[in-house]
């Protein structure tokens, strides 16, 4: 029996396998919604742990890196919602040097925040969107919507980051 | 809005917002999924409520109306 087969018929070391295998990537992806490698953690055992539960569903013919990947945002995005006034943007990995200048510290800390104040579905876009430059198709194929929809939530979200910013500091958002 | 409008927020965005791109896990989690099942066992039977409802509605009928039951045995 093929390891998509055992895994569905609920074999732990099938199961096991299929952790190992996709463990990287499913939380390589997680912290790219979440920002922060502890609950990046948490989150990627969190959705195997629903992989797990709901292997009925999943047909062995199927793409399994794709339902990953869903499963994967969607808990992601569980805890956007959940945790939306409590998580801050921690920045708790080493981050590239940025360059001064361009925009000051208390700049930045009020993009932050506004950002950080976007609801959770229009958060995980514009993470996904622009700050890590994913392509809108694997954003759509994540969310499990359409790929026009996501272009109408970054859309929304840099209209609210604008507006946000305007009502923050003026010179912001004029830049 | 115009494309230079987005591409404005992003910039801000992303001298705001590092991007994340090249991190790794740096253990295995493994462990932790089996802490995490062995807490929280799943059900033997994972039915959902729609199919128990189904069920439920068959085993009605087959209970009021007995008559049908020559019926659905033809047509099996």
């Keep these: ?175 | 809005m115009s494309n230079e409008e987005i591409n404005n927020v992003k910039e801000l965005l992303k001298e705001a917002v590092t991007p994340m791109q090249n991190t790794e896990l740096r253990r295995d989690l493994w462990p932790q999924m089996l802490r995490k099942l062995e807490e929280q066992p799943l059900p033997i039977h994972n039915v959902s409520w729609f199919d128990w409802a189904l069920a439920s509605l068959a085993a009605a009928a087959l209970l009021f109306f007995p008559g049908i039951i020559p019926a659905l045995f033809y047509h099996l």
């Design chain 1, 1 to 175: 029996m093929e390891l998509l087969e055992r895994f569905a018929v609920g074999d732990l070391e099938a199961f096991e396998v299929l952790f190992r295998q996709h463990q990287k990537e499913v939380y390589a992806w997680t912290v790219r919604i979440v920002r922060d490698t502890g609950i990046a953690e948490d989150l990627t055992v969190e959705t195997f742990w629903r992989i797990y539960k709901h292997r009925s569903q999943f047909r062995p013919d199927g793409n399994f890196r794709a339902w990953t990947r869903r499963i994967a945002t969607n808990a992601a995005l569980d805890h956007l919602r959940h945790a939306r006034q409590e998580t801050t943007l921690s920045e708790n990995l080493p981050s590239p040097p940025r360059p001064d200048g361009a925009v000051g510290q208390e700049t930045r800390d009020s993009i932050r925040r506004a950002f950080q104040d976007l609801p959770a579905k229009y958060r995980l876009v514009a993470t996904l969107a622009l700050v890590e430059e994913e392509n809108y198709a694997d954003i759509a194929q994540a969310a499990g919507i359409s790929e026009s929809l996501v272009k109408v939530r970054v859309f929304r979200a840099v209209r609210m980051l604008r507006k946000k910013l305007n009502f923050l500091r003026p010179e912001v958002a004029a830049k």
